[in-house]
C-alpha cells in the first residue's frame, strides 16, 4: 500500500511539473512581441558640427522591396555618399555616434547594385548645381521589418564621393548631417 501511495505521488507530481512547464511556455508565447508590419519610414537629416546638410529621405514598402526617395541640401558640388548606419543616434558632434555602416549579414562594403554589400550601402548623391540632391530608386537589401529593419538606424551624408571600393566604408570623407530613421505617419 505504501509502495502504491509513492507512485500515485510521483504521477501526480510529474502532472504538476508538466503544467507548470506547459504554463510557463504559454505565458512566454503571449508575452513575446507581435511581428510588425510597417510600410514606410522617414528620417529627418539635420547637420552635423562640419557640414550644412539638412533633408528628408523617405522609405516605402514595394513588394519585397524598399523604395527610397530623398531631397537634400548644403552640400557642395560632386558625389557625396549616403549610408544606413548602425546606430540612430546622432548626438556626436561629428555624427561618429551612429556607428559604423548597417550590415547584419557580415558582406563586405559596396554599391547599391551588388548583391554582397551592407544593407546600409545606399551609393551617393549627386549635386550637379546650386547645393541639393534627389534621390529616388527601389532597393532590394533594404527591410523595414524583421530582425533586420533599418527603424531605429541612422541615416549619415557624407563630405565625399563612395568610392564602393575601400573597407568597410568606402572612403567617403567627413559625416556632414544625421538623421535617424523612425516609423512614418502613413495618413499623412
Known sequence: MQSS???LL???????????????M???ETTTEPATDFTKAVAVVHP???GDVTGTVTF????????????FEGLSKG????????????????????GGHYNPSGNDHGSPTQDNRHMGDMGNLLVAEGDSANINYV???IELNGPNSIIGRGIVIHGGEDDFESQPSGAAGPRMGCGVIG??????
Do not use: P, W
Not at 60 to 71: A, M, W
Open 79 to 98: 558625389k557625396h555618399g549616403f549610408h544606413i548606419h548602425k546606430y540612430g543616434d546622432c548626438t556626436a558632434g561629428d555624427g561618429t555616434s551612429a
Open 139 to 141: 532597393d532590394t537589401k
Open 183 to 188: 516609423v512614418a505617419n502613413t495618413d499623412m
Open 60 to 71: 516605402h514598402k514595394e513588394g519585397d522591396s524598399v523604395r527610397v526617395q530623398g531631397k
Open 48 to 50: 552635423t558640427d562640419n
Open 10 to 24: 510521483s504521477f501526480v507530481l510529474l502532472f504538476f511539473a508538466i503544467g507548470c512547464a506547459q504554463q510557463e
Open 26 to 28: 504559454e505565458q512566454e
Open 5 to 7: 501511495k509513492k507512485y
